[in-house]
Nanobody
């Protein structure tokens, strides 16, 4: 499984960006897909996640401003980011969790990561 993230860039505070994450194909055994971010000197944190049965979770700091969605026909995950603030500046990574890896079903989760896309919000 390969994940290709895109859509990052430089935006002023209050602006919007839409990130996309294209999977190389349908992910067998998909548990969830999500977006994480990592700012310099900080740990990677959850931004938003959507499970295969349709549930969504958001990080506290982005709830109400960001919206995660999936287009299953295109194997693509999106993150609409509105009302961006300088503290949203980070590298954003897409993630997929699967219970199927190397041709084997497993009780353990296998994580796949995209390459990251930089989001910079200026004040």
């Amino acid at each position: 499984v390969q994940l290709q993230a895109s859509g990052g860039g430089l935006v002023q505070a209050g602006g919007s960006l839409r990130l996309s994450c294209a999977a190389s194909g349908r992910i067998v055994g998909l548990i969830d897909m999500g977006w994480y971010r990592q700012a310099p000197g900080k740990e990677r944190e959850l931004v938003a996640r959507t499970t295969d049965d349709g549930r969504t979770d958001y990080g506290v700091t982005v709830k109400g401003r960001f919206t995660i969605s999936r287009d299953n026909a295109k194997n693509t995950l999106y993150l609409q980011m509105n009302s961006l603030q300088p503290e949203d500046t980070a590298v954003y990574y897409c993630n997929a969790g699967s219970s199927f890896s190397g041709g084997i079903w497993s009780n353990e989760r296998t994580d796949y990561w995209g390459q990251g896309t930089q989001v910079t919000v200026s004040s």
